[in-house]
């Protein structure tokens, strides 16, 4: 069994707010692994292909690059951070844009305008998620930042969102948590 080792929740809010957020739009959707020594913080990055439909047999794209970072960074990684581009219409309350999360909804509700978002979201594998989000064409104002504390297994839950692609990749890096994990899996299927 692995010990990872978490970094202050402030150095996380940091680079999901600063650090992610640099990433040029060209560049998204991107996924990030990153480990902790005690010291400092190492990340590594793979792109992920988020677009179009996923066939019921075919594996969570965000889930398979999540095991490539695991491979490249080794044992005790804390977390996964996406970053990716929200377009201005899907932000509009139709099923097509169920994927998109809804703290990504609340927080362009408070930014100026109707404009195209970048997101980031960094979940660690205690099942806690920070985000910051910005208009992708005001990138010099301050993101809005959320906050998502961890909930017990009891309370955990599978729905379609990317949110929770990356909360599941990143709380399978801790192995007390397969179980749980495990658990959903034989509840979500018919």
Known sequence: MTMIRYPDPESVDEITARYLLSLPAALMPMLYGFRFDGHAIDAECAAVELAGERGAGEANPIHLRAADLRRLLGPGMFGFGLVFVVFA??????PE??????????AAEQLPGADDLIVAAIADARGRQWWAVVGRHLMELEPVRIHLPAISPDRWRITAGLDVSLWTAALALDEANHPHLLRLRAASEP
């Open 97 to 106: 844009n169920r994927h998109i999360p809804e703290q990504v909804r609340a």
């Open 89 to 94: 219409d899907q932000l509009t309350d139709r």
